[in-house]
């Protein structure tokens, strides 16, 4: 069997689909692959990470809210869905984010920022902007996106980490079906979504034919494969005979490394994947209808080291760098005139973010989250500082008495540098353990009108 066939095959480049709201949900065009719900709320809420900033911009908005604020909300989230429309995804991202600046309860733009994420593949972002919007609006459409991105995905991201194997194991079926990657002597392969693939082989064991099958037997796709001057063309198609997409797979004998090229049922490259002699992915580009580029860097257990995103042209638009435990250290965007702007961040030696330092334009800084742990691991404050160094804010986090679970956070209470309580707020859990509502109330325990959209 040839060796060109070592490598994990990888996820369909996601598309967009257009909601009432703006953009519902991302998904790839290939089959839809079944993942392990990710147990557990890691940070579901982060209510210590963030509330210091949800109190404090809420009264804010409380004062000065008008015609003129509404406004301004209103452009952002139109000119974030103008550019998602134009698949220009970070300044998609810096709008929406802008709107969050504005209106911390604006759900629209925490969904928004989720899909996006998504679509460019990066779950771990899409979970935390879903955790800091729970955490700031006890949304259920919040909650709920969130329970789909970890059922989804989380056997993907383990605590936000990449899963070694972890697209094979779910079961996909763009991955390799030949006998040596979980075929039975029949050449079947029973995937954990209830479908199965039945290969077919040449007289010299290559496969030819893979056909995917539904639980009842009726066919799902089939693949076909060719051989041509060490090269493997294998080519997707849909139940009818409509093609798909095809891929080029190249394997270079010597060093042992391969290389697959995906093209869309156009002949358009959509991505190129390298791996290396163990089979472990090492570099990923993705194109976009678009123009845009989307480049991954990986090390040799698999984690990200470096992720760069291009517009048409080449100019750069984004990139980001992870630690070799793979924890994401900083997270720029760039203008058309190269400046940059994004974040920092630290971690400790249980890779907890302990710090997050936001960069503005110019280079300065525009404000600090420090947070502190106590010995059971539960976030128990955050202090916000201002770019010159001085506190603005701090938020007190307390947990159920007796509680192992670091998530079950029941209040959170907000104070001024000069140590004067702002608000508190009192978390509602569902019976799953996710955060459902959160009360907001100002110090002489009277409830918050919030603003709500």
Known sequence: MPEAFRGESYRRVPEMRHSSSGFESWQGRGREVVMKQKK???????????????CAVLVTVLIVTGRGTDQKL????????????????????????????????CEDAYLALADIYVAMEDYEAAREVLEEGVSRTGAEALSAQ??????????????????????????SADADTSLENGADEDGIIYYEDGTYGKTEYDTDGNPVRE????????????????????VVKVTFYNWDGTLDYWEIREHDADTGREKITRYDENGEPEQVSEYD????????????????????????????VKSVSYRDGGVMTGAQEYDSRGNKLNEYMYDNNGNRWGYEYEYDEEDRRIRETTINSDGSIEKIY????????????ETTYNGDGSVKEYTIVEYEEGSRDSERAV??????????????????????????????????GTIMELPRR
């Open 146 to 171: 969130l329970a789909q991105v970890q059922e989804s995905y989380g056997a993907q991201w383990q605590e936000g980490k990449p899963v070694e194997g972890a697209e094979a194991s779910a079961g």
């Open 74 to 105: 209103s452009d952002l989230l139109a000119l974030g869905e103008k550019y998602l429309s134009e698949l220009d995804y970070e300044q998609a991202i810096a709008a929406y984010r802008q709107a969050i600046e504005i209106d911390p309860r």
């Open 370 to 381: 420090i947070r502190e742990f106590d010995e059971q691991g539960n976030r128990v404050r």
């Open 40 to 54: 557990g709320n890691r940070g579901i809420f982060a209510a210590a990470g963030i509330a210091a900033a949800i």
């Open 277 to 304: 002699e163990n089979g472990t992915l090492r570099r990923e580009i993705r194109y976009y209808s678009n123009g845009d580029i989307f480049e991954n860097e990986y090390d040799g257990e698999g984690n990200p």
């Open 211 to 230: 056909n995917i099958y539904y639980e009842d037997g009726t066919l799902y796709r089939y693949l076909i494969y060719t051989y041509e001057n060490g």
């Open 411 to 444: 209040k959170s209470t907000v104070y001024h540098a000069d140590g004067t309580m702002d608000c508190y707020i009192i978390w509602q859990y569902n019976e799953n353990g996710q955060v459902v509502d959160g009360t907001y109330y100002n110090p002489d």
